[in-house]
């Protein structure tokens, strides 16, 4: 004859338990039980109830709380692996928009365990080229690419993309469909600027770059711009070149800013707030007074737009946005690549005023500045 040994109840009330963190039927923010519920459910002592509730400590399924009961252990979920992802920019960090852009995407990178690494793209295509494949084979996790040049080395990025390796190309706009853009709204930021000087009373005014509309996407749309605000007004845009990079760079755009007063132009919107301070400086070598006999606009609401007696009305691009819009694209769960346009604000300075009666000057200092090339 078997004899059919009996569970004890302590067992009873273990599996019982167990069971229904097993099935999910408990809530990590409660007590699942305490000693006083269990004697009433199972109608055993307080040393049988707390002996069943020391085994599920001892198993690593509850914890007591004094004087609340015993709580489900919440499982230890296993950190999600650290990404690296690389930004390739040609300027310096530590200056201008894109530091602020890069701040605050690491903010969030940081937060969630992943970094952000910086490298100086290389001033030749094969450069360039040559270390976005040392990144690809170092495994990084997605790309940000700021190129110099409408020019960008389509086939070694794209090698990200196939792998599934997001590539952003920021502050150029770009159609290849396996790459994001994040680009500020420089066609609006283009017409705030002529809409500003307009309402000034600035009817001959002047677009002045150091690259050409087909050349930069960015330099493009700022300046679309400004031409679509001047044709509507009945007005004509005006566009000029800096070839920055001569040897007599500086001293050439004296000669444009001098040329274009001469010619009774009221008022130079220049590509971005590094251009502008330029042209603030030639305009007090020449003795031409801003914002009175001439006004200033930039872009980028950058350090350059109020270095030293500079206060430049510009356009903010907002690069905290920039970086959180970096960060999110790159660590969105199910990424596919899309377009993000980053609104834009006008922020008037001292560099513009009403238009002033214009009268005639002349060349100033603009020979000796020449002569002393």
């Known amino acids: 004859m078997v004899v059919k040994q009996r569970i004890p109840i302590y067992q009873v009330i273990v599996d019982d338990i167990q069971q229904q963190i097993t099935s999910g039927n408990f809530d990590y923010d409660n007590p699942i039980c305490t000693e006083k519920s269990i004697c009433e459910k199972y109608n055993t002592s ?20 004094r004087g609340s009961g015993s709580f489900v252990v919440r499982p230890v979920l296993q950190a999600a692996p650290t990404q690296i992802f690389a930004l390739v920019t040609p300027f310096s960090t530590t200056q201008g928009g894109v530091f602020r852009a890069v701040e605050s995407a690491s903010k969030i990178f940081t937060k969630m365990g992943h970094q952000l690494t910086i490298h100086i793209s290389q001033a030749d295509t094969k450069g360039n080229i040559e270390l976005l494949e040392s990144l690809y084979n170092q495994n990084i996790n997605g790309i940000v690419y700021y190129p110099l040049s409408a020019s960008l080395p389509v086939e070694t990025l794209n090698t990200f993309a196939k792998d599934g390796r997001p590539v952003i190309i920021l502050d150029k ?40 509309p087909d050349q930069i996407s960015s330099v493009s749309g700022r300046y679309d711009g400004y031409k679509t605000c001047l044709e509507a007004a009945g007005l004509e845009p005006r566009f000029m070149h ?71 009305t510009t356009v903010d691009q907002n690069f905290d946005v920039i970086g959180e819009t970096i960060a999110k694209t790159l660590l969105e769960e199910n990424y596919k690549p899309r377009n993000h346009t980053t609104p834009v604000q006008l922020v008037p300075r001292t560099s513009t005023n009403a238009v002033a009666k214009q009268t005639a000057i002349p060349s100033l200092s603009l020979q000796y500045a020449l002569a002393s090339q």
């Open 46 to 65: 307080r040393i049988t109830a707390k002996h069943a509730i020391n085994k599920l400590e001892e198993r690593g399924l509850l914890y007591r709380k």
């Open 173 to 212: 706009e770009t159609s290849h469909p396996g790459f994001s853009n994040i680009i500020c709204d420089n066609y609006r930021g283009g017409h705030l600027l002529a809409e500003h000087l307009i309402s000034y009373g600035h009817t001959k005014t002047c677009y002045l770059s150091r690259f050409m």
């Open 242 to 312: 800096w070839e920055s990079d001569s040897p007599t760079g500086y001293y050439m755009l004296q000669h444009l800013v001098n040329t274009l007063r001469l010619d009774g132009v009221t008022a130079i919107l220049c590509e971005n707030d590094e251009v502008a301070f330029n042209v603030h400086m030639c305009c007090l070598s020449l003795g031409i007074h801003v914002p009175k006999d001439m006004n200033i606009t930039g872009f980028d609401n950058i350090e350059w737009a109020t270095t030293g007696s500079a206060q430049i």
